[in-house]
């Protein structure tokens, strides 16, 4: 019976079952029916490991939250010797760690930056964001992208997908606005009547799988807000902490954005924690009236000293020396992969390790994710665009367990080709 100290069950089958029963049946059918019926149990490193035993190299991070590897070991004890003095803390009054881990961040931001606003989420640090734009324009309208990504909470995911926005009622057309990415004369359509609170993006859309701005798109953007008095804010919460190959992503642009959200992996998965980081222009509401967020879990105490280790991680010469290591294998490997299938795996989307691995059916990174979790291996489908497998490896990733990566993706591609091929006709040809 695996026994985890406060609780127990007796079996695999048992945690899914109960799983469908109190917690989220559409989630758990969804992955056992797509053969995915993973139950993670142990993890270090890069390493997951299912309930049952089976080993996983992850590729998927939780959407980046494992950049520095699953309980890495710094992080933790950080967090150990942190539980000796400090809890989450009081979020009304001053703090010893919130002060500190603010401080760090605004000293590796880009310029302009110089205020730190807590979260306990990606999802209510988006809505912060989106609260300050419009105070500090007295606007309300926010542009997006289509088929972008920001979250589930209450403005977040006006922000996002029709999908997870109409749901719950949140598709606002008249406040917020999606307009295609890399399309220079939609954005400028959209902002040019002057109207628009903030234009929020990530840096690289990551539920989209990925796809790369168009040289010189970011630029163009922040050159159209500057000129209709328009906030930009850079959703880093997948694209920074290093995944780029530098801290920030947006940075590679040479844009100085006027809000910077980051999230996931800032606390090296141990802890909750998301950040907001504003210029001076944005922060008027923290002098006017420093109540008018309340977070009692944003920017709790344990989670600031995670984040801080992290963060000196991420930085480290030797960090952004190994990215740059592993980048280059990925891309030198993915085309030696795709000579092999050039009529499959059609085409990489890279930018440091934040990878999109295309393939050529409409529900191509299905078949993918599904053989390279038979084969070892977890990564994960886009759901805005399932020709498209999120490949997402930690920045701290050491070369033999890359070797090995790569050799199973290599296989996983090869069963998922053949089992594609083997579907009738009209179900191999892509949409």
Not at 81 to 100: C, Y
Not at 118 to 146: C, M, P
Not at 265 to 282: D, F, M, Q, T
Not at 308 to 322: G, V
């Amino acid at each position: 019976m695996p026994d985890y100290g406060v609780f127990s069950f007796d079996s695999k089958d048992e945690v899914l079952a109960k799983s469908k029963e109190f917690w989220n049946p559409g989630k758990t059918d969804f992955w056992i029916e797509s053969g995915v019926p993973l139950v993670i149990d142990r993890r270090e490193g890069y390493l997951i490991y299912d309930m049952s035993g089976k080993r996983l190299i992850d590729v998927h991070l939780n959407g980046g939250t494992y950049n520095v590897g699953h309980r890495n070991p710094e992080v933790v004890n950080a967090v150990m010797q942190a539980m000796q003095h400090f809890d989450i803390g009081n979020h009304h009054f001053p703090s010893l760690a919130r002060t500190a881990l603010a401080e760090a961040l605004i000293a590796t931001a880009p310029p302009g930056l110089t205020k730190v606003i807590y979260g306990s989420g990606g999802g209510e640090a988006i809505d912060i964001a989106l609260k300050t734009a419009r105070h500090a324009t007295q606007r309300r309208k926010i542009v997006s992208i289509q088929k972008g990504y920001h979250g589930h909470t209450g403005l977040a995911v006006a922000t996002g997908d029709d999908r997870f926005a109409k749901l719950f009622l949140s598709d606002s057309p008249e406040e917020f606005v999606h307009v295609p990415f890399n399309d220079h004369d939609a954005m400028h359509d959209a902002l040019r009547a002057g109207d628009v609170a903030a234009v929020i993006m990530e840096t690289i859309p990551a539920t989209f799988g990925f796809p790369l701005p168009h040289p010189g798109y970011l630029e163009t953007v922040k050159q159209l807000c500057e000129q209709y008095g328009t906030l930009y804010i850079a959703d880093e919460v997948q694209t920074g902490l290093m995944r780029t190959g530098e801290l920030w992503g947006i940075s590679k642009h040479g844009i100085e954005p006027d809000m910077l959200v980051t999230g996931k992996g800032l606390s090296g998965g141990l802890y909750p924690i998301s950040a907001v980081l504003v210029s001076e222009r944005c922060a008027g509401w923290l002098t006017e009236d420093g109540f008018g967020h309340i977070s009692t879990f944003g920017g709790a105490e344990l989670g600031c000293i995670a984040a801080m280790k992290t963060l000196e991680i991420c930085n480290r010469p030797e960090t952004r020396s190994m990215v740059h290591y592993i980048s280059d294998f990925m891309a030198n490997a993915m085309r030696s992969i795709q000579a092999r299938y050039p009529d499959w795996f059609i085409g990489v989307r890279q930018n440091g390790v934040v990878m999109g691995l295309e393939f050529d059916h409409p529900r191509g990174a299905n078949f993918v994710t599904k053989h390279l979790y038979e084969g070892g291996v977890w990564a994960i489908f886009s759901t805005l665009d399932p020709r498209v497998l999120q490949f997402k490896p930690g920045i701290l990733l050491h070369p033999e367990l890359a070797e090995e990566l790569i050799e199973r993706v290599q296989v996983a591609i090869g069963k998922a080709w053949d089992e594609v091929r083997a579907l009738p006709r009209t179900q191999r040809i892509a949409s």
